[in-house]
T-cell receptor
Framework: EPEVTQTPSHQVTQMGQEVILRCVPI?????FYWYRQILGQKVEFLVS????????KSEIFDDQFSVERPDGSNFTLKIRSTKLEDSAMYFC??????????????FGPGTRLTVT | GDSVTQMEGPVTLSEEAFLTINCTYT??????LFWYVQYPGEGLQLLLK?????DKGSNKGFEATYRKETTSFHLEKGSVQVSDSAVYFC?????????????FGKGTKLSVIP
């Protein structure tokens, strides 16, 4: 069964450093998403991406964040200058294009980012 | 804005017990509603969904009914197994066209003991 994969599973970085989190969505999916979950808190939407551009973004997704689909398979989240409060589990998800359908989202296992 | 509230965990049950995890939501119109499950070390998996009022989603013995009048989508299972131990998340997707972001509850950790 196809699945979303994410690398690395755990990333430790120092405050102020740039990090890139990588995701490989399911191959025939056209919508891609990033969510994050700070320990003990809700899973929060960051951004969605369709047709090579951002479709929606939340207030969390400020100028220090960016997303890219550098090739036909990868989808990346870059955090330009990490802060302590960026420590969280980051989930990638993807969905097929379904018009007005439910856009069922398939999630990856997550990348745990620890900023020290 | 949209929000989802689900019962606080953790919930500990004996095998074969009845499970209810409460979920209520705040949103305009008729959002789509979902339950996701996260097993240890894995990503979120869609457990079941409902897209309109009075719809019942079901999967693997779990059920949830979309109640517009009470803005609820409670998860139930008649007889839990040890393998059901996981974190369960209630979520909604807005009814507006072009908005596909999910809003999640905080999650409820379920532990089932033999």
């Amino acid at each position: 069964e196809p699945e979303v994969t994410q690398t690395p599973s755990h990333q430790v970085t120092q405050m102020g450093q740039e990090v890139i989190l990588r995701c490989v969505p399911i191959s025939n999916h056209l919508y891609f998403y990033w969510y994050r979950q700070i320990l003990g808190q809700k899973v929060e939407f960051l951004v969605s991406f369709y047709n090579n551009e951002i479709s929606e973004k939340s207030e969390i997704f400020d100028d220090q964040f960016s997303v890219e689909r550098p090739d036909g398979s990868n989808f990346t989240l870059k955090i330009r200058s990490t802060k302590l409060e960026d420590s969280a589990m980051y989930f990638c998800a993807s969905s097929r294009f379904e018009g007005q359908g439910t856009h069922e989202q398939y999630f990856g296992p997550g990348t745990r980012l620890t900023v020290t | 804005g949209d929000s989802v509230t689900q019962m606080e965990g953790p919930v500990t049950l004996s095998e074969e017990a009845f499970l209810t995890i409460n979920c209520t939501y705040t949103a305009t119109g008729y959002p789509s509603l979902f339950w996701y499950v996260q097993y240890p070390g894995e990503g979120l998996q869609l457990l079941l969904k409902a897209t309109k009022a009075d719809d019942k989603g079901s999967n693997k013995g779990f059920e949830a009914t979309y109640r517009k009048e009470t803005t609820s989508f409670h998860l139930e299972k008649g007889s839990v197994q040890v393998s059901d131990s996981a974190v369960y998340f209630c979520a909604l997707r807005p009814s507006g066209a072009g908005s596909y972001q999910l809003t999640f509850g905080k999650g409820t950790k379920l532990s089932v003991i033999p």
